[in-house]
């Protein structure tokens, strides 16, 4: 089995910085084989992806509402991937959800439903 624990969520003012952590843990894990997506949803709307990290190379991909903003970074040695979040905005409000699938390479909107879930981390920007 696979779990995943994300940590880091908390309220910010606009403009300011929040790092996610999705870390992974279970006797089958291994950053090396799978793919790990970042997902949030926001009150009264749909899950959205916001990036996601391959297994096979490390590549990372992101939503266009996040490009240039958002950064995924994996530690294997940790099997821990992050999710540095800059420049937040107040549409940037959800609860944050890091996803794991066996897989080489990720999609920001993956076709198959990823196999592992976190429970999810609150993320409230606000002035």
């Known amino acids: 089995q696979v779990q995943l624990v994300e940590s880091g969520g908390g309220s910010v003012q606009p403009g300011g910085s929040l790092r996610l952590s999705c870390a992974g843990s279970?006797?089958?894990?291994?950053?090396?084989?799978?793919?790990i997506n970042w997902f949030r949803q926001a009150p009264g709307k749909e899950r959205e992806g916001v990036g996601c990290?391959?297994?096979?190379?490390?590549?990372?991909l992101y939503a266009d509402s996040v490009k240039g903003r958002f950064t995924i970074s994996r530690d294997k040695a940790k099997n821990t991937v992050y999710l540095q979040m800059t420049s937040l905005k107040p549409e940037d409000t959800a609860v944050y959800y890091c996803?794991?699938?066996?897989?080489?390479?990720?999609?920001?909107?993956?076709?198959?439903?990823?196999?592992?879930w976190g429970q999810g981390t609150e993320v409230t920007v606000s002035s």
């Open positions: 990290v391959s297994s096979y190379d490390g590549s990372t």
């Open positions: 996803a794991a699938e066996a897989r080489a390479m990720c999609e920001v909107e993956p076709t198959t439903e990823p196999d592992y």
């Open positions: 279970g006797t089958r894990f291994n950053l090396d084989y799978y793919v």
